[in-house]
């Protein structure tokens, strides 16, 4: 996916959260737009991790990204 694929997910409305796949069996899942940002140059993406703690993902290093839509509960006839 390009960054600005990336780009689109962190703004999408309504955001769905998603896990962002990296080599060595790495993975973020990003559960609201507000806990990652891309950087202006898009390269690199910082996302919020416990605490006070945040990574940094080279964005071309990463290998695929999963989307989790929400289950629908609605019954449809």
Known sequence: MTTEGV????HAA???PFTIFLPANKSYRIEHPD????SK???VMA????GDAFALIDLMLATH????P???????N
Request: charged share 10%; net charge negative; proline share 7%.
């Open 7 to 10: 780009r689109q997910l962190l």
């Open 14 to 16: 309504p955001f769905v």
């Open 35 to 38: 806990f990652a940002t891309i």
């Open 41 to 43: 140059g898009g390269g």
């Open 47 to 50: 996302v919020s991790l416990e």
């Open 65 to 68: 990204i999963e989307t989790h």
């Open 70 to 76: 929400p289950a629908s509960n609605a019954i449809q």
